[in-house]
Every structure is written in C-alpha cells, then in structure tokens.
C-alpha cells in the first residue's frame, strides 16, 4: 500500500513539472537539443585518449569559470535571461582540447550555477547546458578547419599568430550564434512577449559580446603559448563581469519588478521626452491609462500572492500587443500607463480597445488550477499634430476618461472629446472632430491612482444601493464576482 502511494506520489511529481505546461513543439525541442548533446558527448568520449595535459589544461581553464561563477554568486544572478562572460574561459577549452571537453564544461558550470547561486526550473538548466555543448562543439570544429586550411594543422600560434586567432574568432562567432538561436527559439516560444532586439541586438548586449569575445580570443592565445597566462588573464578578465553587473543594476533601477515594464518615473520622463518631441515635430500622440477592474476583489479572494501573478501576467501581455517603439510602464497598483508616439486619435482608440480584449483574454491560475480571468477599464488621450500640450495635461485628460470608463460600467475603453465639453467616446473609435486638443479637465477629475474606492460585493451578494451589479464582474471558472471597486 505504502509503495502505491509512493509510486502515485512520484507520478503526480513529475505531472508537475513546468515543462510539461510549454508548448508540444517547444518541448519536442528542448528533448532533440538535449539528445543530440548527449550523442555529441558519447561520440567524442568514444574515440578521446585522456592526456596529463590537456586534462592539466581543462583543470586549470574549469577553475578558472568556477571562480567566475563565485563572482557572480555574490552579485546574485538575474532571473530569466542573464548575460555572462563564461565564454572567456569555455571557448578556449573548444578550440585547445579534443572535442569530449567542450560539451563537458558548461555541463559542470550550468550544475554549480543550480547549486550554488540560485534554482532554477531543471529543465531550463539542462537545455542551457545542451544548447552551450552543442554551440561550443561547432565552435571547435569551425576552428579546426579553418586552421588547417589556412595556417595548417600543426601551426605554432606564436609563429602565426594573426591566422591563429583569426580563426578562433570566427569559431566564437558560430558559438555566439548557434547558441543564440537555439535559446532565443526557446525562449520566444515560452514567453512571446521577449523583445529579441533588446536581449541580443541592442547596443549593450552586442558590446559585451564583442568584448567576451575579444577576451576569449586572448585568453586562447595566451593559454597555446603557456598556462601560465591565466594566471595573468583571471584579474583582467573579471573586470569586465563586474562592468555587466553594475549595467544589470542600472537596468533593474529603470524597471518595475513585478511586471517587468518600465517604473513610473522612468516612465515619466521618457513620455515626456516625447511629448516635446511630438509638439516640436508637429506629430500626433495618444496617451492611454489601463486599471484593472476589481482588483481589490481579486486580491480579497484569492490573496495578494495571485494578485501580484496578474500583473506579472499584464506586464508580459503588453509588448506582444504594442509596437516596439511604443512605452509601457506601471504606475503603481494596479494602474498601467502606455505612450503611443506618431498615433493619431482614431487609431489610438483602436489600440486601447485591442489591448483591452487581449487583457480580457488572458486566463492565470490560481494555486488551487481555478481559472481566473480580469478586465481593464481604459482612458485615452490624443495629441493632434500641431497641439501644444505637455505629458502632465494628457495624463489628466487620459485620466478623466477612465474616471468615466469606470463609472459607466468598467470593460470599456473611453476617450476625451474637446468639441463637446468633457464627453467621452465608448465602444468606437473617436470622429476625426473629437481628438483632444484643447480644453479642460472638469473640476474633480481625479489624478492617476487616486480615486475612493466603492464597497464591495461578495460572490453571489447583491449590488449596494445605486450600484448595480452587471456594471462589472470577475469571471472565475463558474464564479462570478462583482464588485463596485476598482
């Protein structure tokens, strides 16, 4: 009986496992990378004969990225993606020793990372490990041709020395580049909101690159004239791990940590670099402002724990739904604010309204697996070419607008019109004669994130006085709630 159990228990383990919640193809994938690095291993561990020296040698560059590896313990390693400089150390072992060592490396490394600087679900770490062995294999094998056909095979670095490391470059390259692939292919499939221009093509990604690979390429060089150079190289090439880490902290202080997405005060004041960009350039604008509707219900109900899994859940939503050039940030709470740069009224309706449905969509589980779903209320905000408007009098107008979204009943997208007053358009896009571009916000409009908060209404409770029920709900599995809160 006891054994059943045991047997049942482990069965529902591994039925846990993240893994198993990507798609079919990602995880076809992810099995095919780790199968064909362990061939990759068995094929070259089949044919290797162990030498003093380049086992001497793999000692001495391994310990030289377990040290590196402690550098970044102490730092702490960013969740998700995270850039390092362990090529430094791992390249020259694919191009100075037999093929065996190069998948072996970052099989040790990614195994001390787990253990030693922080946990990580198992299955990323094995692919890691996977996609570097493979990338490092052809690394290797581009070094060795090219070697052999342009300086020859038992060429002396010293002696040539240009063709030489010309041709460990090139083999940095293809790692750089099948790793890439391979790992952005996962990522992108797992989490479509990842932007690959800024992970590997923007300008601070791309210099560290180069710069690893420079190092790698020297660090190779010195090693082939003598391992005594490493003991030079380790100081001079930790310098540039901590420059990375000091530029993933500048990054970290420009961004909101739950959701990812710019924090309100960078926010800010790139909006409204924009802003003044659009007024001088005469060039159109919209500002949209996005509030989760009863989102103190959700948190009541389900604890703040799920509720803050939401707004990790909006953040990731809203690059997949918005153009690159287009700035999202959190304000705080549950308020979310957009910039639209070079969009006119009509169609910044169109985009509020699309990000709306795709928010109303999205479906997070609870740790109990009940499925729960959360609309937004949106208020937007448009700068017609040739207005003189500042972010501040857009942000009070996007706001007014979703001070009415939410008092006409939630789950709409509203926008202010100028040339009647202080009406609003809801549920289609703006005339062409209702783009704000003058006039005021009416006495009382409130400020982002300040608004009372209504009463609110149990599951299966009626409406308080004056409010009637259907005006919002939270759909929960067969649940519904509603409540007149934000």
Request: glycine share 10%.
């Amino acid at each position: 009986m006891d054994a059943t159990r045991h047997a049942a228990g482990r069965i529902l383990a591994v039925r846990a496992w993240p893994v198993w919640k990507l798609p079919w193809w990602l995880i076809a994938f992810i099995v095919a990378v780790v199968a064909a690095d362990a061939a990759a291993l068995g094929l070259g561990a089949s044919g290797v004969r162990l030498r003093a020296h380049d086992l001497t040698l793999f000692g001495l560059l391994l310990a030289c990225d377990v040290a590196g590896l402690e550098v970044i313990r102490r730092a702490g390693e960013k969740a998700g993606m995270a850039k390092d400089m362990h090529a430094v150390w791992e390249l020259p072992v694919a191009v100075l020793l037999p093929p065996v060592y190069a998948p072996v490396t970052p099989i040790v490394r990614v195994a001390l990372t787990q253990w030693r600087v922080r946990r990580g679900p198992v299955h990323r770490r094995v692919f890691s490990a996977a996609a570097l062995g493979l990338s490092y294999l052809a690394a290797g094998l581009v070094f060795r041709w090219l070697a052999g056909a342009v300086i020859g095979t038992t060429a002396d670095p010293v002696r040539h020395g240009f063709g030489w490391m010309a041709a460990m470059a090139a083999g940095g390259v293809v790692q750089r580049t099948v790793n890439s692939a391979l790992v952005m292919t996962a990522v992108k499939g797992s989490d479509p909101a990842v932007r690959l221009r800024d992970v590997q093509f923007a300008r601070e990604p791309l210099y560290n690159d180069v710069t690893e690979l420079c190092l790698a390429v020297l660090v190779g060089f010195g090693v082939a004239s003598s391992p005594v150079a490493l003991v030079f190289a380790f100081p001079f090439a930790t310098l540039p791990l901590r420059a990375l880490r000091h530029a993933q902290l500048l990054s970290d202080s420009r961004t909101d940590a739950k959701t990812g997405l710019l924090n309100a005060r960078t926010w800010e004041h790139e909006a409204a670099a924009e802003v003044a960009r659009a007024v001088r350039t005469r060039v159109p604008l919209a500002v949209a402002v996005l509030d989760i509707d009863w989102f103190k219900t959700v948190n009541d109900t389900y604890g703040h724990l799920f509720g803050d899994e939401v707004l990790r859940e909006i953040g990731r939503c809203l690059p997949t739904v918005l153009r690159e050039y287009d700035l999202a940030g959190r304000f705080g709470g549950e308020e979310f604010v957009l910039l639209l740069p070079h969009t006119r009224a009509v169609d910044a309706f169109r985009v509020a309204e699309r990000v709306r449905e795709h928010i109303g969509s999205l479906s997070v589980e609870t740790a109990g697996g009940e499925a729960v779903r959360v609309t937004v209320s949106v208020g937007v905000a448009a700068l017609d070419a040739g207005s003189r408007r500042e972010l501040s009098e857009l942000l009070a107008a996007a706001d007014a607008a979703l001070y009415r979204a939410k008092r006409d009943g939630r789950n709409q997208v509203q926008m202010i019109s100028t040339t009647r007053g202080l009406s609003a358009t809801g549920g289609r896009p703006p005339d062409a004669g209702e783009i704000f571009a003058g006039g005021g916000v009416p006495a009382g409009a409130r400020s982002p994130a300040h608004v009372a908060p209504h009463p609110a209404i149990p599951a299966g409770g009626k409406a308080a006085s004056g409010s009637p029920a259907h005006q919002g709900t939270l759909s929960a599995g067969h649940t519904s709630l509603a409540g007149k809160v934000r």
